[in-house]
């Protein structure tokens, strides 16, 4: 499950009747994204290397694997995921300097 918008209509309308009923399938997609949100780490610092190489971290300092990655694979679903006071930065010979989010 990636974003938090739910990819299942509210309602469909029923086709014997013509009555608009609830989607189940979004009722379930919406009762597990709020039953996960609190467990979920938040991304807190970005760094890529020279190489290409992404690592994320949380704000405990923990890494976040699904964000972790080459580069082309991982950029999109960071900056659409990162939350705006996330810190984007690279790491070239051995030392590290922040970016801004729309350089990154």
Known sequence: ?????????????????G????NQKHQIW???YRAGK????????VMKSDKGVVLVFDEDGEQVPEYQGH???VRERILSDAPPD????YIIN??????????W
């Open 30 to 32: 919406e009762e597990g």
């Open 94 to 103: 051995n030392s590290i300097g922040a970016v801004p989010r729309e350089e």
């Open 86 to 89: 996330a810190v984007f930065s």
């Open 38 to 45: 609190g467990n979920r780490q938040v991304v807190k610092t």
């Open 71 to 73: 580069y082309e694979d």
């Open 19 to 22: 009555i608009e009923v609830p």
């Open 1 to 17: 499950m990636t974003g938090d918008k739910n990819p299942y209509l509210e309602f469909l309308i029923d086709e014997v009747s």
